[in-house]
Nanobody, 123 residues
Framework: VQLQASGGGLVQAGGSLRLSCEAS????????VGWFRQAPGKEREFVAA????????NYADSVKGRFTISRDIAKNTVDLQMNSLKPEDTASYYC?????????????????WGQGTLVTVSS
């Protein structure tokens, strides 16, 4: 399955962006899907994940209450709504599909990765 992430851009602190991850090649309706991010000079970190049926979600503490992950099985997409953005949210954001159907936090659980979409939050 190929994943395409989109929706990144430049936004002021306090603003919002909505990222979207679209699958092609085959459906990822049986897979958990996660979002990860990597800032320059830093390691990749977990952001959020959603289970195969959307019934379970998982968030990093740093984004809990500000970000919301959701999926549209019919459209084969997973979105990440990001509100109250902070400069420290600046990073390239990657979506990934898991080996499993659960909303895991570890990158090792994810088999398919999309290219990153850059989010820049200005202060």
């Amino acid at each position: 399955v190929q994943l395409q992430a989109s929706g990144g851009g430049l936004v002021q602190a306090g603003g919002s962006l909505r990222l979207s991850c679209e699958a092609s090649g085959r459906t990822f309706s049986n897979n958990g899907v996660g979002w990860f991010r990597q800032a320059p000079g830093k390691e990749r970190e977990f952001v959020a994940a959603i289970s195969w049926n959307g019934g379970s979600t998982n968030y990093a503490d740093s984004v809990k209450g500000r970000f919301t992950i959701s999926r549209d099985i019919a459209k084969n997409t997973v979105d990440l709504q990001m509100n109250s953005l902070k400069p420290e949210d600046t990073a390239s954001y990657y979506c990934a599909a898991s080996f499993r159907g659960t909303a895991g936090r570890s990158a090792s659980l994810y088999k398919y990765w999309g290219q990153g979409t850059l989010v820049t939050v200005s202060s």
